[in-house]
């Protein structure tokens, strides 16, 4: 299924009057609401091929029909949604989850569609079918020098499918550590790891980026050997300038100040980018915004300060991917609401006036600094995210055209009802 230009147009005219309504009264309360709109308009957020399928739990799976069956398929649902909202022209690969066969007829598909190859992923959590040696206790921190091989070697694998696609990053994530007290030796995992990590860094591109990615529990509960930005950190830093650390918003501890991580990561210059989604409990890979908006918005504000500090470009110094996947909603549907929620806090941090802030912070006068945060943060940002996916050739809203148009239901026509995607 494609959406032509002509429904998008008609839809964005039947809803342009409420819309403009909406816009006058937003761009009078918001002073630099122009200056945001277009950094909205050049705003991209990488969707990852494992999201375009409903997600399991470990008790069972429930597909929603349509689901894409093939490489190709994934390529074009991520292309459905950079037509609606005009800023999800990326997808990022998990592989072996979709091995691209054919680099180039997939190069040419998601160009076909507007879309580029963001980060590719390496996956040592699991065996494969025709795999040799078990990850079972471990990938590059395993004792076992064969199987640590065994996983560079993969990894190396994917930097090659990467550049092939016309990627320019690696994002490493390891679901090393152990369950138990006395399993395994705490520095020896740590210097095992980073000679595998040393090894991958080697065969990059001179243009490319290795993020590390870490997590605090899960597969493993005792111990991670990437288990916080500390440790992230570290070997990004022991690496070399072509290493990042990567924050997952699943992967912290309850209450864990997730801003201030990034703030630090970003004055250190080593803030890659992002796995955005939302979490109550753990990593619930929920969608972005769905639970703490609040926290989404602080995140956006430390980032826009600390990117305004070192003058980085928005749209191209940091990996922006989402990292969401569940049981009960459309996925596609799923993914709008997180580029939006992720838009929103990016516009709203956009808006708050940091001057007024630092005069604030500097008179310690912390009523104030609370008052002009969330003044940014409860100021209705909605119409300017709209006027974004307008100017740029998407819809008012992606999610009201998604079911006006009857995706879905399209989806499942063509490809059937009992469809399972390949990921998680
Ligand atoms: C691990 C993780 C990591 C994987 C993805 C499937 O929890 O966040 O990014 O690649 O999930
Ligand atoms: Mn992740
Ligand atoms: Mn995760």
Known sequence: MQISKSFIEQYNDDNLKAHQRKLDFSTSEIENSEAIIKQLVDFQIAIPSWALGTGGTRFGRFPGGGEPRSLEEKIEDVGLLHALNQASGAISLHIPWDIPTDANAIRNLAAQHGLKFDAVNSNTFQDQADQALSYKFGSLQNVNKAIRKQA????????????????????????????????????????????????????????????????????????????????????????????????????????????????????????????????????????AGALKPYQLFLIFNELVEGMNARNMNHAKDLGWMIDASHNVKDPLEDLLQSVEAIMMAYAQALSVDRQALEIAQNENDTVRCQEILQNAFRTDVRALVAEASLRAGGALNPIGLFRNLKVRENLIKERGFKTIATGL
């Open 152 to 287: 560079v070697d993969h990894n190396i694998e994917v930097i090659k499918h990467g550049i092939e696609l016309g990627s320019d990053s690696l994002t490493v994530w390891l679901s090393d550590g152990s369950c138990f007290p006395g399993q395994l030796n705490f520095r020896k995992a740590f210097q095992n790891t980073l000679e595998g990590l040393q090894e991958i860094y080697a065969a990059l591109p001179s243009n490319w980026k290795m993020f590390v990615e870490y997590k605090c529990a899960e597969p493993n509960f005792y111990s991670t050997t990437v288990g916080d930005w500390g440790q992230s950190l570290l070997y990004a830093s022991k690496l070399g300038e072509k290493a990042y650390t990567l924050v997952d918003l699943g992967h912290h501890l309850p209450n864990a100040n997730i801003e201030q991580i990034v703030s630090l990561l970003l004055m250190e210059g080593k803030l890659g980018g992002f796995h955005f989604n939302d979490s109550k409990y753990g990593d619930d890979d929920l969608t």
